[in-house]
């Protein structure tokens, strides 16, 4: 079975360009999160949805971060204008019930 | 609210060691806990996680953790270390198992295994 698949796997980009970041979920799992992970700040989940509503987006650092989920086997995580303070490995993980299956994560580098 | 901390950022031990990675969590109801495995440029992979029932969780590649509710602890632990256990570790807590739950993770700890 094919696991939480994200893409780019890497991006490196100019500060003020925008920043798409997609995620496909297992399918089945009715929940999707998003996490950051830096070396300061560790790991810091930005949102979650559940049966494709968002649920809790308190961690989504300020408004040039959306996320959205049109439906069940797709999300995305918009970065715009970016910022250098934004270059971070990004986490997208699905969970059916209690546990986070991730995927390999977006590294996104932003000069 | 909930936390999670782990105690030492970086823990070194020799093959065939035994490996103790500690954990103490922050939670005003009864937690849910997990250990988390990174290995280099790859996503958190799941080690083993307790919800309720036994205290003492066995989870993959030889790793065990025991909730202590006493202690607030859920240390991970391994009687021999293997070179292949070279990663960072994560500990999380979840106020609820349900679909809705989330995760607070710990800082990490990488552990280092020497030959």
């Known amino acids: 079975d094919a696991g939480v698949i994200q893409s780019p796997r890497h991006e490196v980009t100019e500060m003020g360009q925008e920043v798409t970041l997609r995620c496909k979920p297992i399918?089945?799992?009715?929940?999707l999160f998003w996490y950051r992970q830096t070396m300061m700040r560790g790991l810091e989940l930005l949102i979650y949805f559940n049966n494709n509503v968002p649920i809790d987006d308190s961690g989504m650092p300020e408004d040039r971060f959306s996320a959205k989920m049109p439906n069940a086997s797709f999300s995305t995580l918009k970065i715009q204008p970016s910022e250098p303070r934004d270059s971070a490995v990004y986490f997208c993980?699905?969970?059916?019930?209690?546990?986070?299956?991730f995927g390999e994560g977006s590294r996104l580098t932003v000069l | 609210a909930q936390s999670v901390t782990q105690l030492g950022s970086h823990v070194s031990v020799s093959e065939g060691a035994l490996v103790l990675l500690r954990c103490n969590y922050s939670?005003?109801?009864?937690?849910?806990l997990f250990w988390y495995v990174q290995y280099p440029n790859q996503g958190l992979q799941l080690l083993l996680k307790y919800t309720t029932g036994a205290t003492l969780v066995k989870g993959i590649n030889g790793f065990e953790a025991e909730f202590k509710k006493s202690e607030t602890s859920f240390h991970l632990t391994k009687p021999s270390a293997h070179m292949s256990d070279a990663a960072e570790y994560f500990c999380a807590v979840s106020d609820r198992p349900g679909n809705a739950g989330k995760l607070i993770f710990g800082q990490g700890t990488t552990l280092q295994v020497k030959p």
């Open positions: 939670s005003s109801v009864p937690p849910y």
């Open positions: 993980a699905s969970s059916p019930w209690g546990e986070l299956f």
């Open positions: 399918s089945g799992h009715n929940s």
